[in-house]
């Protein structure tokens, strides 16, 4: 391990302890309770919108089409009680096995037809109705009322005997009573006809959104079940009911189910996103059709309910039973009764992980996110694996929630968030420190670029030389002509100045093209492209960059010109290939430079601009990356001095938008006189070259061939010559 991987390490470990602490004391606490929940619904709506309930389960929905289709019957909702009373005989007809009611009827109708009567003819077909079912399940309230001038009398009433005998049931546990002060029952003959009532009190989290429900309530000492909770606790085979440690076991002779509560004793519905359901008045229009003998075409088939659950409840808006539930935000209040009913019968619960578990999984991502901190240099790598690391987790999230498992997000989330945070602030103030020490030092004869990539290294490498690594680059050498005579002509101190003018444009230029500056040999620039930065393109941004060199010369040779001060005409060779790369020197003088053939070469392409007249120079290894690109003229096959083999060298023209037809028709002209003078084909070669004289009867490079074709003529080559020009000169 070394120096700055065990300085982070000090640092980290204490942070870690403290998080881990604080996350352990928010978790106990729920203090993220609302924001967690909030990621439930998200992993809900993710994991089970398709989620099809149990097929046992069927809804008839009181919906929008309802409404309209019947406004004309029967009137504005709500509808006389004998259309209730129809569907509770037509579901009786078709077989369901229990029919749980989510409508309340807590006060008689106003009775006209029965003067004298409390009960009207609507309510006695609705309460015949349920007594013939035998299987009827009606809902009603157990709130917390505030006393006013029209329920004052209603709070906290006794509860009548025959109720508490009848629908309450026996349960062991602790079953807080929260506050709650009043009930709001089904007329008296509805709920004696029952087979059973079930609270409908929903209360939503503090956010708003419906997530749980009591499934036992707890009233002057009596318990009674949740709506959906009656049909399963009517089993006469239930030995106990009990509540014990956040679980409410249901006990039978041979086994026991254990349903999981939250820490409130609530339990948290874990939602179907599809349920089997029909629109009540479809199911009116079967009934209707089935009474008058037509059996064909029936909106819905009785054998639908058969043995079924069957829960009626209202989906429209004007009904005003819309929930904000993690499913959405206007859900049937049927749909979480109807899914608790699904999740108990099928045992589909979610399940929580406790303190520990969260804890140990707590600790293990910031160990994970310590090592990356610790062990990564470049912040890229450091963020991009924290990002990985909470996505990964997330990711985990989802499919533990797809196995119903439920575990912490925002907790994880905050801590490694916090561990990164901290550990980037300690970063930048401490090792920052420490880089700015050395960069004073390296700063002065590295270039910024040089320095980011040598600053990335630990602590020992910053200051020894080191063995250089291979590297295939793009290297660049640039000179100023005639120099020296400038120097003889002007003071030293303007010339000096000029000077500096001219390299920090050209220096710019190389920064701005990505490129890295190696050293200046007087008035020479050496750099290369590729290093410390990879550069898939360095070949096309060294070009570029000579290229815009070129350009830039002219704007500062006209400065110069009004100033009365001699302009700078300059040469630049370009090649790309293989070099040594590193920290080459002392650990007193240190410095990030390139050596190897590959710069002996392109300094001889530089020298080269002054035999052909010509700017800039590349090799063919560089024109073969950019000539999609670049137009370039070719030049010559030369065997520069001290080299065996000949290399093809170009002059580099522009970038392809800004050449005009006539360059293109010298660089075609050129390039086939070169292939026939490569052949021995000298006469036609001249031809070609006369040509371009025509277009350009100042063109350098077309006299000093013409002049060799002249000279081949006169004393031809040998056979097995190959078109190289040997230079003799460097």
């Not at 819309?322 to 206007?330: E, I, R, W, Y």
């Not at 240099?377 to 990002?387: D, G, M, V, Y």
């Not at 070719?634 to 000949?646: E, F, I, Q, R, S």
């Not at 070169?674 to 006469?683: H, K, L, S, V």
Request: net charge neutral.
């Amino acid at each position: 391990m070394d120096y700055l991987s065990k300085r982070r390490l000090r640092f980290i470990i204490p942070v870690i302890m403290m998080i881990s602490t604080l996350s352990l004391i928010a978790d106990y606490f729920e203090i993220f309770e609302v924001i967690e929940r909030k990621t439930i619904d998200i992993r809900m709506r993710i994991c089970r919108s398709e989620k099809i309930a149990p097929s046992e389960i069927v809804l008839i929905l009181i919906d929008e089409s309802s409404l309209s289709a019947l406004n004309a019957i029967t009137g504005r909702w709500p509808w006389p009680r004998d259309i209730h009373a129809d569907i509770i005989d037509f579901l009786s007809f078709c077989g369901a096995r229990s029919i749980l009611m989510d409508i309340m009827f807590t006060e008689n109708e106003l009775s006209h037809d029965r003067p004298g009567m409390e009960t009207g003819s609507h309510d006695m077909r609705l309460v015949e109705s349920t007594r013939a079912a035998g299987n009827i399940v009606h809902g009603f309230q157990v709130i917390r009322d505030k006393a006013d001038e029209y329920n004052r009398n209603l709070i906290n009433r006794r509860l009548p005997d025959d109720f508490i005998q009848k629908f309450s049931i026996q349960a062991d546990g602790t079953f807080p009573e929260n506050g709650n002060n009043n009930v709001y029952l089904p007329f008296t003959e509805l709920r004696e006809a029952s087979n059973g009532l079930g609270v409908v009190s929903f209360s939503p989290d503090r956010d708003g959104v419906y997530r749980s429900e009591k499934l036992i309530f707890n009233y002057q000492g009596h318990f009674f079940p949740a709506l959906s909770f009656v049909p399963l606790v009517q089993n006469e085979r239930i030995q106990q009911i009990v509540i014990r440690n956040k679980s409410l076991l249901m006990e039978y002779p041979d086994h026991a189910l254990r349903i999981p509560l939250t820490s409130d004793g609530e339990y948290f519905i874990n939602m179907y996103g599809k349920f089997q359901t029909y629109s009540i008045s479809g199911v009116l229009l079967s009934m209707y059709k089935i009474q008058k003998g037509e059996m064909e075409g029936l909106p819905v088939e009785p054998h639908e309910f058969k043995d079924k659950i069957v829960f009626i409840g209202a989906s429209a808006a004007g009904v005003e039973d819309l929930k904000n539930t993690p499913m959405g935000s206007a859900i049937p209040g049927v749909f979480l009764h109807a899914s608790i009913f699904g999740n108990i019968r099928t045992g589909d619960f979610l399940v929580f992980k406790g303190l520990i578990f969260n804890f140990i999984v707590l600790f293990l991502m910031l160990m994970a996110a310590a090592g990356s901190i610790c062990f990564l240099r470049k912040t890229i790598f450091q963020t991009t694996l924290s990002i990985a690391f909470l996505a990964g987790y997330m990711a985990l999230s989802l499919m533990l929630f797809q196995a119903n498992i439920v575990v912490n997000v925002i907790i994880p989330v905050i801590s490694v968030a916090i561990i990164y945070f901290s550990s980037f602030a300690f970063i930048g103030i401490a090792e920052g420190k420490e880089k700015r020490k050395v960069k004073n030092i390296l700063g002065q004869y590295v270039s910024p670029a040089m320095l980011s990539a040598v600053l990335e290294k630990s602590h020992e490498e910053y200051l020894k030389a080191e063995v250089g690594t291979r590297e295939t680059l793009t290297i660049f050498f640039s000179d100023i002509r005639g120099f020296t005579s400038i120097t003889e002509q002007y003071e030293v101190e303007k010339v000096v100045e000029l000077l500096n003018t001219y390299l920090s444009l050209m220096v710019n230029i190389i920064f701005v093209h990505q490129g890295t500056l190696d050293k200046f040999i007087g008035d020479a620039i050496v750099a290369f492209w590729g290093a410390p930065v990879r550069l898939d393109d360095h070949h096309y941004k060294a070009v570029t960059a000579a290229i815009q060199m070129k350009k830039s010369l002219k704007s500062f040779n006209q400065d110069n010109r009004k100033n009365n001060l001699p302009p700078f005409h300059i040469g630049i060779g370009i090649h790309t290939g293989e070099v040594i790369l590193g920290n080459i020197g002392s650990s007193k003088k240190l410095d990030y430079t390139i050596i190897g053939d590959s710069v002996n070469l392109t300094s001889r392409l530089e020298g080269l601009t002054k035999t052909y007249q010509c700017e800039v120079i590349i090799s063919h290894e560089t024109y073969i990356h950019v000539k999609d690109s670049i137009c370039c003229r070719m030049l010559d096959n030369v065997m520069v001095k001290g080299k065996k083999k000949p290399i093809v060298i170009y002059e580099v023209i522009d970038e392809k938008q800004f050449v005009n037809e006539e360059a293109l028709e010298v660089i075609r002209l050129t390039e086939t006189a070169f292939q026939d003078y490569c052949r021995g084909r000298f006469e036609s070669s001249i031809a070609l070259y006369r040509k371009i004289l025509a277009i350009r009867p100042d063109d350098y490079l077309s006299r000093m061939f013409l002049e060799r074709c002249s000279q081949y003529l006169r004393n031809p080559p040998p056979p097995d010559w190959n078109g190289a020009y040997v230079m003799t000169t460097k």
